[in-house]
């Protein structure tokens, strides 16, 4: 499975921002559940948001509850993450993620997922 985030870039705070990831490589996406982590210069790695393919169950970290939406596009085997209110706190290299049979407690653990996609950084300045 190949993952291809982008979307990400330099917006003020308050601003807003939509990244993008789009699978391929899998027959068997209805399995599957993707996420977004992201790690910030010197810190550790954060979940951020995470959905499983089939049903659309999602599930958020408490920092972007109500600021932040995860959805799918089945057709494109696209994943996007909607970023509104956008703070300092928020700049961050933003991955993509996904794996295979994820149960709905784990979702919020890395070593669940078995694919990684590249970064896309997310600058909002103070």
């Known amino acids: 499975v190949q993952l291809q985030a982008s979307g990400g870039g330099l917006v003020q705070a308050g601003g807003f921002l939509r990244l993008s990831c789009v699978a391929s490589?899998?027959?068997?996406?209805?399995?599957?559940?993707m996420g977004w982590y992201r790690q910030a210069l010197g810190k550790e790695r954060e979940f951020v948001a995470a959905?499983?393919?089939?049903?659309?169950?999602?599930v958020y970290a408490d920092s972007v509850k109500g600021r932040f939406t995860i959805s799918r596009d089945k057709g494109k085997i696209t994943v996007y993450l909607q970023m509104n209110s956008l703070k300092p706190e928020d700049t961050a290299v933003h991955y993509c993620?996904?794996?295979?049979?994820?149960?709905?407690?784990?979702?919020?653990?890395?070593?669940?997922?078995?694919?990684w996609g590249q970064g896309t950084l997310v600058t909002v300045p103070a």
């Open positions: 993620l996904a794996g295979s049979r994820i149960i709905y407690s784990s979702l919020g653990i890395p070593s669940a997922y078995t694919y």
């Open positions: 490589g899998s027959s068997t996406f209805s399995t599957y559940a």
């Open positions: 959905i499983r393919w089939s049903g659309g169950s999602t």
